[in-house]
């Protein structure tokens, strides 16, 4: 499994600088926190990937909807799931999911 480096993000989604330099390492489970929250056409070079998974709690969709919707989405980005659970209905932190880069 290869390492996907990208640039970081703090707690608050801001860039993270260290001693005034961009911090860059390990990224996989950042990106797959921004397919989750992104909706469709966040992504002006991907408007199709983003699960948008607060409009699909909204509405309801039921966990295996939302199960679906995850599965696709990561796939879409070339994420492969190796967990996908989802725990205690559908509140915050319910989501149980670890996905690599092939």
């Known amino acids: 499994m290869a390492a996907?480096?990208?640039f970081?993000?703090?707690a608050n989604g801001?860039?993270?600088f260290d001693a005034g330099d961009i911090v860059v390492g390990e990224s996989t489970l950042?990106?797959?926190r921004d397919i989750?929250?992104?909706e469709k056409g966040?992504?002006?070079q991907f408007p199709l990937i983003g699960a948008g998974i607060f409009r699909e709690l909204l509405n309801s969709e039921g966990e295996a909807g939302i199960r679906?919707?995850?599965?696709?989405?990561?796939e879409r980005d070339g994420l492969r799931v190796h967990r996908l659970r989802i725990e205690g209905g559908l509140e915050p932190?319910?989501?149980d999911l670890e996905a690599s880069y092939a």
């Not at 679906?68 to 990561?74: F, G, P, T, V, W």
Request: glycine share 4%.
């Open 4 to 6: 996907v480096r990208d």
């Open 14 to 16: 801001d860039l993270w």
């Open 68 to 74: 679906l919707i995850i599965q696709r989405e990561m």
């Open 93 to 95: 932190g319910a989501i």
């Open 8 to 10: 970081l993000f703090d």
């Open 42 to 44: 966040d992504f002006t």
């Open 36 to 38: 989750l929250v992104a």
């Open 30 to 32: 950042q990106h797959v």
